[in-house]
């Protein structure tokens, strides 16, 4: 037993001097994880960058620094970093070096251009001296700043002025439809489509072009003969009022929406306004121009102004269609474009509607009445901030607001501090838009990215419609001309194109409309002359209907 006893012991003595053993052997070191390399803030040209959204105003020489919680390893930097105007190849940069290489200066080899979207971006092949990499890669969007370079020759303004009437004037003489002579609805649709309401607009424009020179009185007379012969003759009608697109040979009605497949007496009064103007132009004794105002009575005195109150209601309505009858039954109201609506029916020769019509109908017996001030302006009429521009421009390409009053407002008061209140409102610019400022301004009905808009302060996407200071002249004439000038020199090779300004711009999506409007390119061509020299306004208050119809109305004016 005793040595049984002493074989264990020496046993277990052994086993555990062997485990001993084994757990005294070194262990090889961990290796450690290096520090990730951390990305803490990245300026251009000193100014805070932010991530993920658009970076503005930058300059084509930019310096980009970025700051690193570690030194870099600048063999890795080539791999790192990339910048690229969006949809092009890498632009070659330069690299420079701060604060022992925990800050990285990075420049374009050449000047990036103006007004041009780039992304720069830092990836995870970035690494630090301590072979950490980038723990995720960022990127950056930038857009460059505006070209301060005049892009044309300098001219004087009143060339400048000539320039963009005739030029304008292109859309409705060069691209008007070749068979009924009427404006196509915009450059970028069906050329088979004509409105009713550019027509008009562009009706208009012809004295204008005829007094500057840009066409012959004879070619301005053919050309109106053309067209009224294609609106008696050939276009279709309800209740003597006309469709808001035509087909320009055929001059069947387009369909403007499902149910508006009839009369628009809103664009029919824009015509009519166009063709007025034109018959008081046209006032020679010769058997031609006879004719032709012969021909613009038979049209104007066909509408049935009082059909369009629905059974003798005291409000006219838009539209009426030969399949849907009253069915969009959309009253014509004020505040907005459709005072010259009302001027029109009130001024017929042969069914005038009654002057409670205009007042309980358009003024709303007073509802459409403001009175508030914006930005230091009062407003008399319509919706804070005032709505889009084009308000206070369709009713007055062929009324002279100046001294017009009634009993709800003084209409020079209204137009004026309309313009005023958007002028300043893209002059204060709380959206921030790039690019809005006391010489780049104007919200009113346009194109905008992906469709069509109405835009105004309280409806501001930040897109600058060129229509709405530029026509805007008689109104803000130092504003509308710096904004003019701007548009041309800074903006021009941009903006100005083979019919004008094209309908609207964004400097904030770096978006330029491919296209222009009749409603858009009319109201520059007239408003221009109006400031210059008065002749439309001039020529549609010569009426002797429309100085009676106005009366009629309750107006005041020194040339009622």
């Known amino acids: 037993m005793k040595n049984n006893s002493l074989w264990l012991l020496l046993s277990t003595l052994f086993f555990a001097a062997q485990c001993s053993k084994s757990n005294s052997s070194p262990q090889p070191a961990p290796i450690p994880t290096p520090t990730a390399l951390v990305l803490n803030a990245v300026k251009f040209d000193n100014v805070n960058a932010l991530p993920g959204m658009a970076n503005y105003n930058i300059r084509p020489t930019v310096v980009v620094r970025l700051y690193f919680n570690n030194a870099v390893d600048r063999t890795s930097v080539s791999a790192g970093f990339s910048l690229n105007e969006t949809g092009a190849a890498n632009q070659a940069i330069n690299f420079g070096y701060e604060n022992n290489d925990s ?13 041009t979207r780039y992304n720069f971006a830092v990836n995870t092949n970035l690494q630090s001296v301590k072979k950490g990499k980038l723990n995720a890669d960022a990127s950056y969007q930038m857009i460059t700043q505006i070209d301060s370079t005049d892009k044309f020759p300098v001219i004087s303004d009143n060339a400048l002025l000539d320039l963009v009437q005739q030029q304008t004037f292109k859309y409705f003489w060069d691209y008007g439809h070749p068979v009924s002579g009427l404006a196509r609805e915009r450059s970028n649709a069906a050329p088979e489509t004509v409105t009713s309401g550019g027509s008009g607009f562009g009706i208009m424009a012809i004295p204008v072009a005829v007094s500057r020179n840009f066409i012959t009185r004879a070619q301005g007379l053919a050309r109106m003969q053309t067209i009224v012969a294609f609106l008696k003759n050939t276009a279709q009608k309800f209740h003597g009022a006309f469709p808001h697109w035509l087909n320009g040979t055929t001059g069947v009605v387009i369909p403007f929406s499902a149910k508006d497949n009839g009369a628009d007496l809103v664009e029919t009064s824009y015509l009519m306004a166009g063709l007025l103007t034109a018959r008081q132009y046209f006032n020679g004794a010769d058997i031609n121009e006879t004719n032709l105002r012969t021909d613009i009575n038979s049209l104007w005195n066909a509408v049935e102004w009082n059909w369009f109150r629905q059974g003798g209601q005291n409000v006219l ?25 009302y001027i029109m029916a009130s001024s017929s020769n042969t069914d005038s509607i009654p002057s409670i019509a205009y007042h309980n109908g358009f003024a709303r017996n007073g509802s459409m009445v403001n009175n508030s001030s914006y930005y230091g302006y009062q407003l008399p009429l319509g919706p804070a901030n005032g709505g889009p521009l084009f308000w206070s421009h369709y009713s007055f390409l062929g009324i002279n607001p100046t001294g017009l009053q009634d009993t709800y407002a003084n209409y020079q008061v209204q137009v004026t501090n309309h313009t005023r209140i958007n002028y300043e409102y893209c002059k204060a610019n709380p959206g921030a838009y790039f690019g809005y400022s006391n010489l780049c301004w104007g919200l009113t009905a346009s194109d905008v990215p992906n469709g069509y808009a109405a835009n105004d302060p309280n409806n501001d996407i930040g897109v600058i419609s060129p229509t709405a200071a530029i026509s805007s002249m008689p109104f803000t004439p130092t504003e509308s001309m710096n904004a003019l000038r701007f548009f041309y020199y800074k903006l021009g090779d941009k903006l100005f194109k083979q019919y004008g300004m094209v309908d609207a711009f964004s400097l904030k999506d770096l ?7 009749a409603i858009d390119q009319g109201p520059p061509i007239i408003m221009i002359e109006n400031y210059r020299s008065q002749l439309i306004w001039n020529l549609l208050t010569s009426c002797t209907e429309i100085k009676r119809g106005m009366r009629r109305l309750g107006f005041t004016a020194p040339y009622l």
Do not use: R
């Not at 800050?103 to 007004?115: E, H």
């Not at 309505?317 to 609506?341: R, V």
């Open 511 to 517: 978006w330029y409309a491919g296209s222009f409007l």
């Open 103 to 115: 800050t990285v200066l990075v420049t374009a080899s050449a000047a990036l251009k103006y007004l």
């Open 317 to 341: 309505y838009w539209h009426w269609s030969p399949n849907f009858n009253w069915d969009m039954n959309m009253k014509i109201q004020g505040w907005n474009e459709c005072l010259i609506t």
